[in-house]
């Protein structure tokens, strides 16, 4: 996992909001000198297949290809997963579903990453399809 107790001992309530404002763009810039992408749903996806491949008896994941639209981690068995992260936010990201058959089957497990404001791992669920679309009230087709 990403260890990110060790920044704490920068005190950064020293520095001038403009200093603050200067440290974070060499911190971007150097994220992105080093390719590493600092998004919040990225950063979950990266925790999710982490602790899933460190954890006895869960499948092992890798990433998805980049272009795989709602799928972002695949297993050894070949299920697919759509991993979504919230923090702060009071919603996380989109599910898309297929705009000519709507009730198409888009992947076997949703992954809902919840991170703290330190970027730390609170929850993780795994939902099934079946599970996250079985009506509880409603006309079936």
Do not use: C
């Not at 979950?44 to 290809?65: Q, R, V, Y």
């Not at 919230?86 to 497990?109: C, G, N, R, V, W």
Request: charged letters at 25%; proline letters at 4%.
């Amino acid at each position: 996992m990403i260890n990110n107790g060790s920044y704490k001992q920068f005190d950064r309530s020293t520095l001038t909001d403009n200093e603050l404002v200067g440290f974070r763009i060499g911190v971007d810039k150097e994220l992105a000198r080093r390719g590493i992408n600092f998004i919040v749903g990225e950063f979950g996806e990266k925790i999710a297949i982490e602790f899933f491949n460190s954890t006895p008896k869960l499948p092992n994941l890798m990433a998805a290809a980049t272009d795989e639209k709602n799928i972002d981690a695949l297993s050894r068995d070949g299920d697919q997963y759509s991993i979504k992260t919230q923090m702060k936010a009071k919603k996380s990201s989109t599910i898309y579903p297929d705009a000519e058959h709507p009730d198409k089957q888009l992947f076997e497990y949703l992954l809902l990453v919840k991170l703290s404001t330190d970027y730390e791992l609170i929850n993780l669920f795994r939902f099934s399809w079946g599970h996250l679309f079985r009506p509880v009230h409603g006309i079936s087709g």
